[in-house]
């Protein structure tokens, strides 16, 4: 069942160092209209440039997640977005004043406690799916990584982590709608291997790190002198190595490792911009990985634009005849170019056009090599959408529509005496007597034409 977009209810502040920059950072969560999605602006450049929270858009996952677009730049924003798309939030804007969200103790414990508190508002605009058809798998054999999707009517995930690590081990989580992110997930901490720390620190990458905001895991023993340089890097003079981790380190849970990849994974998939039907299972998984993944599913879903979304059987009895038609549109024959209607509901309708040689188009288009006109197509497609919206009304002989503009129209195949023409219409908006659809025809499920046709509804004279 479709369920609705939602928005923060109220808007939010979280100040504090960003990991890698170690600049003090505020940023404010704002409710957003619907289909928006979710955005960061940063608020320190002139103009406020804003970049999408997507895939398309991520440049770096060196130790996090960053994406780009012009002049505005956000870093480490898994965690933030992990906990808003996870929450339930679909659209929100980030104004931020630095070019890394803050790291606060390393999970996004604090995120989820103020979203929870402030909750969400349910918004008029139905929530976008990518529903998982097969088994889609990425890998990096040489680190691993295995990130496989399959079926499913929710969305669910399983992580796998093992990082050849006596301390660490062998670790799973597992994340489903019935589990309570707050408290489960969000509250995980970042971690790093000790070995790790100084190639980090002599890039510049983590100058806001401490022991308050990542787990440190030590796998050998650490000699004096190297315990005094630890000192004099994080300027305490308290440092101390327990079980296996700086400073006694007590952990938030037994697998709090695998759980924070959890987290890391929901907030990179949430950059597919649409929500999963499908399970997941992930082994290793990390920025790189999971982003790329996402970017893999987006070309998926842009290839899947091109087949026909709903299936049509000649055997079945049609939704919409010929005369019920007749009784919808004004057109008639020779320039009736809707045969039945399969499908139909709220926003959308699959309609049918056989293509004959009886066509009277076909005595000059052309004599030898007979093509059904483009632009007769597109009256096609116009119909079918017209049927969708006098559908709605009580008496719709009482009223006809207009076109009022075609925009990326684009033919990818002839169509030709024989062809069955599948007629497929979405509307993405009507106000104030002016429709606008996505329309799209198919010739044996290849995709012929397309466009987005404006029209206006009138009442006739």
Not at 207 to 225: C, F, R, T, Y
Not at 234 to 255: H, S, V
Not at 280 to 304: C, D, Q
């Amino acid at each position: 069942m479709a369920t609705k977009q939602r928005t923060i209810a109220e808007a939010i502040s979280f100040e504090g160092k960003g990991l890698h920059t170690g600049l003090q950072v505020v940023m404010t969560v704002h409710p957003a209209e619907e289909n928006h999605g979710i955005t960061f602006r940063r608020v320190d450049i002139e103009g406020a440039p804003e970049v999408p929270a997507l895939c398309e858009y991520v440049t770096d996952t060196s130790r996090g997640t960053t994406i780009e677009r012009g002049e505005a730049k956000v870093s480490t924003i898994e965690h933030i977005v992990s906990a808003l798309w996870t929450l339930g939030v679909d659209n929100a804007v980030i104004d931020i004043n630095a070019p890394e969200t803050p790291i606060m103790d390393g999970s996004a414990g604090e995120y989820a406690k103020r979203i929870t508190e402030v909750g969400t508002v349910e918004q008029s605009a139905e929530r976008k799916y990518f529903e998982v058809t097969e088994k889609q798998v990425y890998t990096l054999p040489e680190k691993g990584v295995a990130i496989v999707i399959y079926p499913d009517d929710e969305f669910s995930v399983s992580v796998h982590v093992d990082y050849n690590s006596k301390v660490v081990g062998n670790q799973y989580a597992v994340y489903s709608k019935e589990d309570n992110y707050t408290e489960k997930i969000a509250m995980c901490r970042t971690f790093v291997f000790l070995h790790e720390l100084e190639p980090l620190m002599k890039m510049n990458l983590i100058k806001g790190g401490d022991l308050d905001n990542a787990i440190v895991v030590v796998e050998n023993p650490v000699s004096d002198e190297q315990l005094e340089h630890l000192k004099s890097i994080f300027g305490k003079e308290d440092i101390r190595i327990t079980g296996g981790y700086l400073n006694n380190q007590q952990l938030r849970a037994n697998n709090e490792f695998a759980r924070h990849k959890l987290l890391d994974l929901l907030g990179d998939f949430a950059l597919l911009g649409m929500r999963i039907k499908g399970r997941v299972w992930a082994t290793r998984p990390g920025h790189f990985a999971n982003t790329e993944f996402m970017k893999e599913l987006s070309r998926t879903i842009r290839r899947s634009g091109e087949k026909p979304l709903f299936k049509y059987s000649s055997k079945a009895q049609p939704l919409m005849d010929i005369n019920k038609i007749k009784s919808l549109l004004p057109h008639r024959p020779p320039f009736l170019l809707v045969d039945r209607v399969f499908h139909i509901d709220e926003n959308s309708i699959g309609g049918i056009k056989n293509v004959t040689m009886n066509e009277p188009f076909f005595v000059g288009h052309f004599p030898d090599e007979p093509v059904m006109p483009g632009v007769l197509i597109i009256e096609a497609l116009a119909q079918c959408c017209g049927i969708l919206v006098l559908s709605k009304v009580e008496d719709p002989e009482a009223y006809s529509t207009y076109f009022l503009k075609a925009d990326g129209v684009k033919w990818k195949r002839k169509v030709v005496p024989g062809d069955t023409l599948q007629l497929e219409c979405h509307i993405a908006d009507m106000r104030r007597g002016i429709c606008t659809a996505i329309c799209k025809a198919f010739v044996g499920g290849q995709l012929a034409c397309e466009a987005t046709l404006t029209a206006q509804i009138a009442k006739n004279r």
